[in-house]
Each structure stands twice: as C-alpha cells, then as structure tokens.
C-alpha cells in the first residue's frame, strides 16, 4: 500500500476514536444535569458518522487529483 493510503486509515481510525472518547465524555458530563444523555449520544454519532464520510469524500477527491497527475 501507498504511504498516503495508510496515512489516511490512520487518521480515520484515530477520528473515530477520539470522536468515541469525546462521546463518552459528553454522555458522563450531561448525565449529571437534566439533558437527556440519549439525546447527545445520538447527536454526537450522527457528527461522528458526517465527519468519517466526509473524510472519506476528501480521501477520495484526493486520490483522484494524485492519479490525474
């Protein structure tokens, strides 16, 4: 595999996980206070799920400008 393409899965899979480290820390600070923890969780994997496509979109752009060269 190209350097470029496992730089890219790298940094997804380190967005994914910081993105569940960030959910768990939002579902711990709200779950003390009267929003409903469900509602951020929920929230939070559909940003989760917009970022990762995104990202994907991007890698994707990407290739396609590298091979065009």
Known sequence: MDKK???LVF???????LLT???LFWVNYYS???EKPLEWILRLSIYEILIIVAIGVVAIVLREIIRKK
């Open 5 to 7: 393409y496992i730089l």
């Open 32 to 34: 003390n206070s009267d």
């Open 21 to 23: 480290f960030a959910k």
């Open 11 to 17: 940094c997804v899979f380190g967005a994914t996980v």
